[in-house]
């Protein structure tokens, strides 16, 4: 195994970016339950994601980087990230949020590839559209493949950390899936499970799989 692929909203952090997003835009309450059922697979994920980000029509970006700049850590998240770094992995995130919150999660823990959506501005406000290459429920798996290829390794050596029904692809493309604090549709994709909100809790299994 050569590099470890987190998924970034309720892993690493302890929050979903569009919903914090969605409470600094006054559309908190709508939007909260439509990722609830998005994460638990109930939902297109595509056209969720279109939906919830179209309700933060107008948010202004600085209002939108202030929400993202007090978005808590996982439990045991800096700590993890530090134990596969020392067992010399690579590590990447890899989320369906948007880079104005995974670039500053991917600077504070030292994770080496960050990859996420964008949400479009104009004159200063967000105009409700996401743009980038994470917009539907399998976009992970292209991504994950992009990603192993450009790296030079395959998706087999790369271990998967997700918790959401778009986490799937990746879990079933990557060579081991750990699901942490995980939607139960997820769990049935994954070849171990945490259900303990620290990370710390993935060192040892991680540990094992070297072995
Ligand atoms: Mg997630």
Known sequence: MKMIVFDMDSTLIDAETIDELAAAAGVGDRVIEITERAMN??????AALR???????????????HACESL??????????DAARRMGYQTAIVTCGFMISARRIGE?????????NDLATNGGKLTGEVVGNLTEADSKARVLKDLAHQCGI????????????????????????????AKPVL???????????????IIPIIEKIEK
């Open 41 to 46: 697979g109930e939902l297109d994920y595509g």
């Open 51 to 65: 939906e919830r980000v179209g309700l933060l029509k107008g948010l202004s970006i600085e209002r939108a980087r």
């Open 187 to 201: 769990k049935e994709y994954a070849d171990a499970v945490v259900d303990q909100k620290d990370m710390r809790a």
């Open 108 to 116: 504070i823990l030292g994770i080496d590839h960050v990859i996420a």
């Open 72 to 81: 808590p850590l996982m439990p045991g998240a800096r700590e993890l990230v």
């Open 154 to 181: 395959d998706t087999s050596e790369c271990i998967t950390i997700g918790d959401g029904a778009n986490d799937i692809y990746l879990f079933v493309n990557a060579g081991y899936s750990i699901a942490f604090n």
